[in-house]
């Protein structure tokens, strides 16, 4: 079964990503900034992570960036930006930190289902 690593500031945003992602057959780990997502993926690597931007600590560009050039990640874990920061800039950052997927909020539950999904097959 995959795994998903959601990293969202807002625990109710985060429970309902999860209920989503496990009524739909894949597991979840949960973490409310980046400093907590770096230590959930060091003691156990998801298959995928999808972030906020906006979080304390750590913000999503920064886990983003370290997800991508950490060396003892093999292979590299695709990352979902999940945001309500929807304007080009934050797009072209995200991709320019190495995000494969851009997601806007408020979440609709089929584009994040089927945009999580296509890094599974």
Do not use: H
Not at 40 to 69: F, H
Not at 80 to 109: H, M, T
């Amino acid at each position: 079964m995959s795994t998903v690593l959601v990293v969202d500031k807002n625990p109710a945003l985060r429970e309902a990503i999860a209920n989503l992602l496990l009524q739909n057959g894949i597991s979840v780990q949960e973490a409310a900034d980046g400093k907590e997502a770096i230590e959930k993926v060091q003691s156990r690597a998801p298959d995928l992570v999808i972030t906020d931007i906006v979080m304390p600590w750590i913000n999503g560009y920064e886990l983003c960036q370290w997800l991508k050039t950490e060396a003892s990640l093999k292979p590299r874990i695709p990352v979902v930006i999940c945001s309500n920061r929807n304007n080009e800039f934050d797009r072209y950052w995200g991709k320019k930190k190495g995000a494969d997927a851009f997601i806007n909020k408020p979440l609709q539950a089929r584009e994040l289902i089927e945009t999580v999904k296509q890094f599974f097959v």
